[in-house]
């Protein structure tokens, strides 16, 4: 099994920027990939980054790409998105995920997620 909590949601305005973390416990993260996905209200999950653990290899969707940018900590076994120019579409619920899949914007591609959290951006 492995633990994903997510710290660090909350509200923002429009052109600011947040970061938020996911701690990671359990089985050996570092065979996995991390990914942060995000669900606004009515739409469906969509898949904003990923990185390669082992790697550093990253992949961004790209609505994000130039803005975010996803880093991980060894030690702490903590991943983290920055999140900077923030926009109102940025609104949502954001995840973070765990998997070994190929396809790493496939949500199915992940095996385990956080329980989420809100990140609001006020125009």
């Known amino acids: 099994q492995v633990q994903l909590v997510e710290s660090g949601g909350g509200l923002v305005q429009a052109g600011g920027s947040l970061r938020v973390s996911c701690a990671a416990s359990g089985r050996i993260v570092s065979r996995y990939a991390m990914g942060w996905f995000r669900q606004a209200p009515g739409k469906e999950r969509e898949f904003v980054a990923s990185?390669?653990?082992?790697?550093?290899?990253?992949y961004y969707a790209g609505s994000v790409k130039g803005r975010f940018t996803i880093s991980r900590d060894n030690v702490k076994t903590t991943v983290y998105l920055q999140m900077n120019s923030l926009k109102s579409e940025d609104t949502a619920i954001y995840y973070c995920?765990?998997?070994?899949?190929?396809?790493?914007?496939?949500?199915?591609?992940?095996?385990?997620w956080g329980q989420g959290m809100q990140v609001t951006v006020s125009s």
């Open positions: 990185i390669r653990w082992s790697s550093g290899w990253t």
């Open positions: 995920a765990a998997g070994g899949g190929l396809r790493l914007e496939d949500p199915s591609a992940y095996d385990y």
